[in-house]
């Protein structure tokens, strides 16, 4: 029976049949073993030289890295092994003989690694990154569609560059320019107003000449937007969806976070609710502990990090000065020179994971924001119907898929996040 | 109580609260009738001059269309209601008077529609197509969920320009020519020897100057890739996701299907196994239908609707002349100038929904094809790695998700399936 690794603790004492990779093998004169990988798992399998015919045996001395091979087997329980489960070949088979594989078990560099992602893909980290963004993805798509909400896809081309060019990626669009979007926000409002709760979920993208760990050209943004919801609403959104990621990982993803040698202890403490601090005693701490910060100023990464690490769980940071946030923020209305935004800190030093705000519904004074920002009228005209026709207060945030995955596997750099990282200059393969 | 409509089922008898637009409104001396959306449904608020307080009946007055208003009343059962159950309403609260909407239930052209396509979005029968289209994109990723495969965000942004640039939207890459993506099937290749079972479903591009109700310039394609699956597998995979997804709308989406007024009984019927047929039959067929065909042609859409309306059923085309395929496809070894790939066609005229096909798995053989074709060799060099490294039989397919609403929706263009289309120019909002 044709079988998956990852389904073999099912099929205990039967005999099966895997096609796969050769991770690696080692032998001596009676018995070999071989560790296979087919996409679902690895597991060893062993081959007895007294339960195989001439040509399964040869094959085991001709097998290299990454060679795949279709074997049989009886598959037996082995509580040591990782899977729970090891295979007493019966047959082995070679089906292509791979040249010398450029990514060995040794130490290579990052720019060699990135030159070669589509191989090191295969690798076992790499496969656990990706297996533990792809269960984070599913576990978005199922948050929001438990709590009915509707997915709007927003575009990607998009029309007049709403808030300056520089960090755009222009096209052609038949003559007109056109640029890749930074943010389904704006086309979320109209649809919150025909739909209620929706979201999107996809590709953004920021042309911006820095080389961080923490930047990607390309990355994959969620955002909902919930009509009525209002700022207080907004934060306990925010937290009870980071609680569902961190515990749906914990639950689902046990293997590759011990593959990312991940300590769940960190993780398992990230409960509701999250420490919450206003910008303005932020500063008032931060000056406290010495850093050179003053009331007004955009926190950095350094002060994200020294912020975050005073509460050892995710914080929100609330009730920005206007002058810092986007125009489109509600002012908070004891302090209007406030705004109802609220970033949620990762702590750790992964910095800001999510940003959101409650948004001005009130048509004149949004329109106020957009000529004080000296931002293009014309290209904010459909927006600004969202609050003529039937206005209503709403709220949303958004999430960087890559920057969450990055603090929930502990991997330093957002590069492994995703398959085909795109950053400064890189965009091969 | 706060509620949402859709919801209200399970509060008959209480008090609930409702936030929401005023879709439409009757009264006479003595009762009014409101009909209040919300996003998650919409409902009918009827109000008793003698329950209400003076300011509550003269909001009824005041409402206008697409007005936002709060609401309490107690829910009963109403079995004539598309919703089951009315509010008798105790308080009616304005909460923003909208000016008069520019889109009234009379008949609209669709160029002024689609100018005003984010407020066209409120209206029923387009909450209706998104609402589909939301529940199919689930149900994609929850298909390849359960079956194991790891979702592989494909790039956006992509290097050299694989098979010519004349349909690809062109970017500057920090100094470099970039292109958005029109498939990520490359990209998918070398995950699935990573992963063995990969998926993506992002959006895609297109510049083609053709203005027809089958094309858009930005639509979101879902393209699983399998390590290991064979021509024949891929037939079945192709069947069975066609088939849980009308099945999943049909048991998810009744209330949408009946605003689009489409005939469930149509899709009832979409039920495995397809009928199969190969290009060679097909022309034959067409040809006793009177058509004007020949072997080597590629069938248009004309064909395609005459061979799809034999069956009533989605066909599986296959066996396509090698001439008229792309360069990666696996020859048929009984017959080498046939390739081992599948369309599958909609019935009642939406045409091709899924194209896939066994990928060449020989280096050599691909590395031929790529020179037959033409292609800039350069550009394939980590695509011919896959067949270097432990190379395997693998296979998979890519179905435009707005072909499907489409189909499954019985709407007649593409246009209303997406949120905010992207047309020859047209790219507003």
Chains 1, 2 share one sequence.
Request: proline content about 5%.
């Amino acid at each position: 029976m044709r079988a998956y690794i990852s389904e073999l603790s099912k099929h205990i004492g039967e005999t099966v049949t895997l096609e796969g990779w050769l991770v690696k093998k080692r032998s001596s004169g009676k018995i070999g073993f071989l560790q296979i990988r087919d996409g679902s798992g690895d597991v060893q399998g062993v081959a007895s030289r007294a339960d195989l015919d001439e040509v399964s045996w040869q094959a085991i001395e001709e097998l290299t890295q990454e060679s795949t091979l279709r074997v049989s087997g009886v598959v037996q329980e082995d509580k040591r092994a990782p899977s729970g489960v090891e295979v007493h070949l019966g047959k082995i088979e070679i089906l292509a003989i791979s040249p010398e594989f450029p990514i060995s078990p040794k130490e290579h560099g990052v720019s060699f690694l990135m030159e070669k992602r589509h191989l090191w893909l295969r690798s076992s980290r790499q496969r656990a990154a990706l297996r533990v963004r792809s269960e984070v993805s599913q576990g978005i798509r199922d948050f929001f569609y438990e709590r009915g909400f509707t997915l709007i896809d927003s575009p990607i081309l998009t029309p007049a560059a709403c808030e300056g060019t520089s960090t755009l990626f222009e096209t052609d669009y038949f003559g007109e320019q056109a640029y890749l979007s930074q943010s389904g926000q704006l086309y979320l409002e109209p649809a919150a107003a025909a739909l209620g709760k929706v979201y999107c979920f996809g590709p953004t993208f920021r042309a911006e000449k820095s080389k961080t760990r923490r930047h990607l050209m390309e990355f994959w943004m969620v955002e909902p937007e919930v009509a009525f919801l209002e700022f207080g609403g907004l934060c306990e959104l925010a937290e009870e969806f980071v609680c569902a990621l961190v515990a749906r990982v914990l639950d689902r993803c046990s293997a590759e976070l011990a593959t990312l040698e991940r300590d769940r202890s960190v993780l398992e403490s990230i409960t509701a609710p999250f420490p919450r601090i206003t910008y303005s005693d932020a500063i008032d701490a931060l000056k406290a502990d010495g850093l050179d910060v003053s009331w007004g100023d955009d926190l950095g990464a350094e002060e994200e990090t020294a912020l975050a690490s005073r509460f050892g769980k995710p914080v929100l940071l609330t009730h920005f000065p206007a002058a810092i946030k986007a125009f489109y923020m509600e002012p908070d209305p004891d302090n209007p020179d406030q705004v109802l935004g609220v970033d949620v800190l990762a702590p750790e030093g992964y910095g800001e994971i999510i940003g959101g705000s409650q948004r001005i519904h009130d048509h004149d004074l949004l329109l106020e924001r957009i000529r004080a920002h000296d931002l293009p009228l014309e290209a904010f005209d459909w927006y600004l119907d969202v609050r003529k026709f039937g206005t209503f207060p709403h709220s949303g945030f958004g999430m960087g898929l890559e920057r969450f995955v990055a603090w929930v596997t502990g991997l330093k750099h957002l590069r492994e996040t995703i398959p085909y990282p795109r950053m400064l200059n890189k965009i091969y393969p």
